[in-house]
């Protein structure tokens, strides 16, 4: 039984959850901390928990090179739909890629179909999202390796997982 930094949740097998992905925060959490990579079926499998899937979104980015197409598929053969968004390179050379306001949006347009949003990251921008629809009165799970989560992620959080605490079950080694 994982460890959760909260009194753990009652989940029950009705519930209707979401499960947003933010894989670029995950990927490079897993990569930083682990030199790994997550390994998101089990994570969803963590998620769902016996309750009714009503979706599980993967949000990516795809790099000019097209190189994570078979990361891609993956994630579709895991469980998830993948929504992809090339990466900006601004002149100069700066980079730009993230899903933050995308995943926001989508876990509020399906809030009403949900009883639970469960975001898979340790992102701090998502707080202002997670009370949102607390006051909406959804629950919401939280998802992320402790190390590289957000404390204030963590506290307004209903539930946090702490990938962490198993990594034999949630890392794959890097090829």
Not at 123 to 147: C, K, R, S, T
Request: hydrophobic residues 40%.
């Amino acid at each position: 039984m994982l460890q959760c930094s909260h009194v753990p949740m009652i989940k029950h097998p009705d519930q209707r959850i979401g499960v947003f992905v933010d894989a670029q925060n995950m990927y490079h959490s897993a990569r930083n901390i682990y030199n790994s990579r997550v390994n998101f079926k089990e994570v969803l499998k963590q998620a769902i928990a016996g309750r009714k899937l009503i979706t599980a979104v993967a949000y990516v980015i795809t790099s000019p090179t097209k190189e994570e197409a078979s990361f891609f598929d993956a994630l579709g053969k895991s469980g998830f739909k993948v929504k992809t968004k090339d990466l900006q390179i601004f002149p100069g050379g700066a980079k730009k890629a993230d899903w933050d306001v995308g995943i926001a949006m989508d876990a509020i347009k399906l809030s009403p179909r949900l009883d639970v949003v469960i975001l898979v990251s340790g992102d701090g921008d998502y707080v202002p999202m997670v009370e949102y629809l607390q006051n909406h009165g959804l629950q919401l799970e939280v998802i992320a390796f402790g190390e590289s989560s957000s404390k204030s992620l963590r506290e307004v959080a209903d539930d946090f997982t702490d990938l962490s605490q198993d990594r034999n079950r949630f890392l794959l080694k890097i090829k």
